[in-house]
């Protein structure tokens, strides 16, 4: 079983900043692409940022400038550092990884439960 957990997520106010964190656990052979996605309310999920498991990143251009994935393979982990937080930024952040369970196994995609993060003064 594979779990991914987030943590950091909460209220800030605008042009405040916060740092969300992604860690994998259970039967993982490698992880290969992680990245995080958000869905605002009555709005469809949309890709935030990427990053592959050499470090290639890939960002909306909403967030460009503003946000960062980084990720620690030894951890299984990522994160993304999130400044200038506007309104617009308040959803549901999410994780998503490419995980390969055993060594003779395929990819399986995984999410994350979600993590709230409200931008508001």
């Known amino acids: 079983q594979v779990q991914l957990v987030e943590s950091g997520g909460g209220l800030v106010q605008p042009g405040g900043s916060l740092r969300l964190s992604c860690a994998a656990s259970g039967s993982i052979f490698s992880i290969y692409a992680m990245g995080w996605y958000r869905q605002a309310p009555g709005k469809q999920r949309e890709l935030v940022a990427t990053s592959t498991r050499g470090g290639s990143t890939n960002y909306a251009d909403s967030v460009k400038g503003r946000f960062t994935i980084s990720r620690d393979n030894a951890k299984s982990t990522i994160y993304l550092q999130m400044n200038s937080l506007q309104p617009v930024d308040t959803a549901v952040y999410y994780c998503?990884?490419?995980?390969?369970?055993?060594?003779?196994?395929?990819?399986?995609?995984?999410w994350g439960p979600g993590t709230q993060v409200t931008v508001s003064s």
């Open positions: 998503n990884a490419d995980i390969q369970r055993t060594a003779v196994s395929g990819l399986s995609n995984y």
